[in-house]
């Protein structure tokens, strides 16, 4: 049941994880998210990739409260947030980091601290458990982002994704603010933009002449 809940509020969009609470009760093994990323020069030909652990923020329970307070009725909900998931945001982290050892993310990061470009995601696919892509619904979901050459063109060590009421318009921000802190659950996150994970990673490094890939996946 909680499996369909998900689906139905995934369908169609990209991603959004539960809290550590839901992940630790959910069928004894919780959800699990994972980031692998691909970037290609144009001009060296050189591959560099990776693959990353994220965090689940704690703002990503309000947004599931959020879909939730509208299952089960008829009547339409059009306060609630459109989005469980819209954009992929990369930045260059906080002026203090070590850019080669940059701190560990934590579930209170609300926003990017330094946020370089965001982007819609640009597919989804069910996964089977062998990596392939699926033609039949799985517990497995890949979110793919691709960052061009003339994008998010610089020194990136954190990245998450954005939901909620996050506006189309990838020119318009609303982040919630200050970016990390001791955590206020009555901030009204209504109009704002909800960061349902995040990670941090030493630096990668990407010039104007490379695309970057990232591969977000869910597994339930």
Known sequence: ?????????????????????????????????EVFWEMKDSVT??????RLKNVVTLDASVLIARFMKG???????????????????VGTGDVMWNPLNPPSATQTQRSLYNELSRKAVSSTSFIKGDGTISGVPTNIVD??????????????TEM????????????????????????DPTVNLVGLDTLVNYLT??????PATSTLSWTWRLTF
Do not use: C
């Open 143 to 156: 979110f793919l982002t691709v960052f061009a050459e003339s994008e998010a063109v610089g020194a990136l």
């Open 45 to 50: 030909g050189r591959v560099t990739k990776g």
């Open 71 to 89: 299952t089960g009725t008829a009547v339409p909900h059009s306060s609630e947030p459109s989005f469980g998931g819209f954009a992929l945001a």
């Open 160 to 183: 998450g994704i954005l939901g909620g009421d996050i506006n189309p318009n990838m020119g318009i921000t609303n982040p919630v603010l200050p970016p990390n802190g001791t955590y």
């Open 1 to 33: 049941m909680l499996r369909e809940i998900f689906k139905k509020v995934m369908d169609g969009i990209p991603s959004f994880h539960m809290s550590q609470l839901l992940r630790d009760e959910y069928a004894g093994r919780g959800i699990k998210g």
């Open 201 to 206: 990673f030493p630096v990668i490094s990407k």
